[in-house]
């Protein structure tokens, strides 16, 4: 019998220490699968985060750098001017990248480094124990706001995509998200174009991927995933905010 469907080569088979319902294993494999399908695993170097996906250089079957929390765009930076013909990645929260990381991912994509970031958005701060993220919603309750976020004390969510798009280094910024099979299948696509960019050497490429917490959000997966398509959603709309270059062709 035809086998369709198997673990990406750029995937070990090391069993995920993620929480049930959690997306973070997802994303993992999409990744892993753009990286086989355009033939790059032995010139791809991950970079792994502080937070739920630290340790990331374990599922993936390619060269990783750990970073200290929110510095993973200044080390992606350095091993890509380093190693200008391979392809460099980071992958990180929005506590990593949106918080303690803020000027680092700011200045990275001003610089217009040929790096692509992966950004998994899940609106809290997972590993620490579910306080309020830069991304948390208005209203959306965590243990450091236990009455929901008020715009009055907390401030604004920040949209971190369509901040960035706005710079002149970025060639690729795009959000996407995991809540069902169709918008997954986008998610891969917009990993791939995001990797293409960097291998065009065009700038940097940025995916903001929309994603679950039900252990901090106190949901069921099920749950999880239907909180994100209705409130989520609606302040952090889908689509590619800037397409440059090939990609865009």
Known sequence: MKKIFTRPKALTDKQMHYCPGCTHGVVHRLAAEVIDELGIQEKTIGIAPVGC??????YWDIDCQQ?????????????KRVHPDSVVFTYQGDGDLAAIGTAEIVHA??????????????????????????????????????????????????????????????????RVSVHN?????KVKKAIKKAFEVQMNNEGFAIVE?????????????????????????????????????????
């Not at 996906?53 to 374990?58: L, S």
């Not at 040929?114 to 124990?129: A, D, E, R, S």
């Open 53 to 58: 996906a630290v340790f990331a250089y374990e």
């Open 67 to 79: 970073a200290s929390h929110g510095r993973a765009p200044a080390v992606a930076t350095g091993i």
């Open 109 to 174: 994509a001003a610089r217009g480094e040929k790096i692509t970031v992966l950004f998994i958005n899940n609106t809290i701060y997972g590993m620490t124990g579910g306080q309020l993220a830069p991304t948390t919603l208005i209203g959306q309750k965590s243990t450091t706001t236990p009455y929901g976020r008020d715009k009055d004390v907390n401030g604004y969510p920040v949209r971190m995509t369509e901040m960035l798009s706005v710079l002149d280094g970025v060639a690729y910024a795009a």
């Open 181 to 185: 099979p169709a918008n997954i299948l």
């Open 209 to 249: 991927i929309l994603s679950t917490c039900p252990t901090n959000w106190g949901l069921s997966p099920v749950e999880a995933v239907k909180w994100l398509e209705e409130n989520m959603l609606p302040y952090y709309p889908l689509g590619e905010y800037k397409v440059s270059g090939e990609v865009a062709k």
